[in-house]
């Protein structure tokens, strides 16, 4: 069984930083595209960032020149580091990956959620 579990998040001003981290545990043989998403109160669910086995990163408009994210391969981890937080980055933010399990094949692919963590950003 796969798992993403999220740590990180809580309460900042505005201005301020945060860091998110997710780790992927299970059977594993392969972990493609990690990603974080996010989804404000009264709003659909948003791409923060998205980031290749390779290291390549994508962001959505609203964090580029903010967000960083970064992955280690060896640890199967994946982290999101939020820096001049907004009221509206306020939000639960969820770790999400593309795994492979051992033993099934390229028909093995699936795509996994962690349970999200809130990130809170007071003005």
């Known amino acids: 069984q796969v798992q993403l579990v999220e740590s990180g998040g809580g309460l900042v001003q505005a201005g301020g930083s945060l860091r998110v981290s997710c780790a992927a545990s299970g059977a594993i043989a392969a972990i493609n595209n990690m990603a974080w998403y996010r989804r404000a109160p009264g709003s659909g669910r948003e791409l923060v960032a998205r980031i290749s086995h390779a290291g390549s990163p994508t962001y959505g408009d609203s964090v580029k020149g903010r967000f960083t994210i970064s992955r280690d391969n060896s640890k199967n981890t994946v982290t999101l580091q939020m820096n001049n937080l907004k009221p509206e980055d306020t939000a639960v933010y969820y770790c999400?990956?593309?795994?492979?399990?051992?033993?099934?094949?390229?028909?093995?692919?699936?795509?996994?959620w962690g349970q999200g963590t809130q990130v809170t950003v007071s003005s």
């Open positions: 999400n990956a593309d795994i492979l399990r051992p033993g099934t094949g390229a028909v093995g692919w699936a795509n996994y």
